[in-house]
């Protein structure tokens, strides 16, 4: 339940930038939309952080999650109301129904 008497949202919010130092509301949005970031400069510079390579597209960054292959031995028994004799037989399946994938530095992914 939230309570009748309390503040609005309004003096939450003002509340909430006088914490930070500012006193006035409009000075602390006027600040925030001030550029942020670096100027770009002349020259040459290292991208290799900001680009995309051949070796980038191939490689996997969400491995599957090991889906083993169980194999099931079925014993001979007896089939159906008529009691039709069925041999032994071995199955396999994946343990799961559909592929998994592992996030990027997960524990456990190959």
């Known amino acids: 339940m939230i309570p009748k008497d309390g503040p609005t949202m309004d003096e939450v919010y003002e509340g909430h930038f006088e914490s930070m130092g500012r006193t006035n509301v409009d000075d602390a949005r006027q600040a925030l939309q001030q550029p942020i970031g670096r100027d770009v400069q002349e020259g040459t510079a290292d991208l290799a952080g900001y ?14 999650v090991p889906n083993p292959t169980l194999v099931m031995f079925v014993y001979p028994h007896l089939a159906g109301r008529d009691e039709v004799p069925v ?11 559909r592929h998994h994938y592992a996030l990027p530095g997960e524990a456990g992914a190959r």
């Open 51 to 64: 680009t995309r390579s051949a070796q980038d597209e191939i490689e996997t960054r969400f491995s599957r």
């Open 87 to 97: 041999p032994g037989y071995s199955t396999s399946f994946p343990m799961y129904d």
